[in-house]
Nanobody
Framework: QVQLVESGGGLVQAGGSLRLSCAAS????????MAWYRQAPGKQRELVAA???????IYQDSVKGRFTISRDNAKNTVYLQMNSLKPEDTAVFYCKVVVRRPVRDQELWGQGTLVTVSS
């Protein structure tokens, strides 16, 4: 069994910064991709950034140059450094982790952490 624990959300003024963390624990041999999604009120969940096991990254256009995704494989943790935050970044942020399994990889979601950016 694997658990994901997210942390780092909160209230910040526009232009400020926050760092989200998502730590996986439990029965893990290795982790494939890790990603951050967000869901704003009344909107669908959307991909913010993702990172492969080899360190390749992709970003949603609206966060390029402001957000940085990284991972610590020794700690099974993925981070999202968010700078120059804007009110439109306000959302619940979810991490997603793909755990390698012998037959079929397992996708897991964090519980979500709220990020509120005030103008």
């Amino acid at each position: 069994q694997v658990q994901l624990v997210e942390s780092g959300g909160g209230l910040v003024q526009a232009g400020g910064s926050l760092r989200l963390s998502c730590a996986a624990s439990g029965s893990i041999f290795s982790i494939n991709a890790m990603a951050w999604y967000r869901q704003a009120p009344g909107k669908q969940r959307e991909l913010v950034a993702a990172i492969t096991s080899g360190g390749s990254t992709i970003y949603q256009d609206s966060v390029k140059g402001r957000f940085t995704i990284s991972r610590d494989n020794a700690k099974n943790t993925v981070y999202l450094q968010m700078n120059s935050l804007k009110p439109e970044d306000t959302a619940v942020f979810y991490c997603k982790v793909v755990v390698r399994r012998p037959v079929r990889d397992q996708e897991l979601w964090g519980q979500g952490t709220l990020v509120t950016v005030s103008s």
